[in-house]
């Protein structure tokens, strides 16, 4: 793959996880992802990736903790 199929190949997959964060704006979607790895989170797949985030409904808030890859081992494990 060359450079330029694959920076558009980088911008869909930005473009689709930004889509995936808006769409929890949407009050009945904030709690759409499963159960989180670590207690108190919620994990949302726009795979192969992991959109890690918590909510904060007193606050009417939400905060993006992190993404990861779906691969990446999160237990620290080898």
Not at 3 to 19: K, L, N, P, T
Not at 40 to 61: A, H, K, S
Request: hydrophobic share 35%; proline share 4%.
């Amino acid at each position: 793959m060359d450079r330029e199929r694959q920076s558009g190949a980088a911008a869909d997959m930005v473009s689709r996880i930004r889509g995936r964060i808006n769409r929890l704006e949407l009050d009945p979607l904030a709690h759409a992802g499963r159960p989180g790895f670590v207690e108190g989170t919620r994990e949302l797949v726009e795979y192969p990736y992991l959109i890690i985030y918590q909510v904060f409904d007193e606050r009417g808030e939400i905060v993006v903790l992190s993404i990861v890859h779906g691969a990446q081992d999160r237990e620290g494990r080898r």
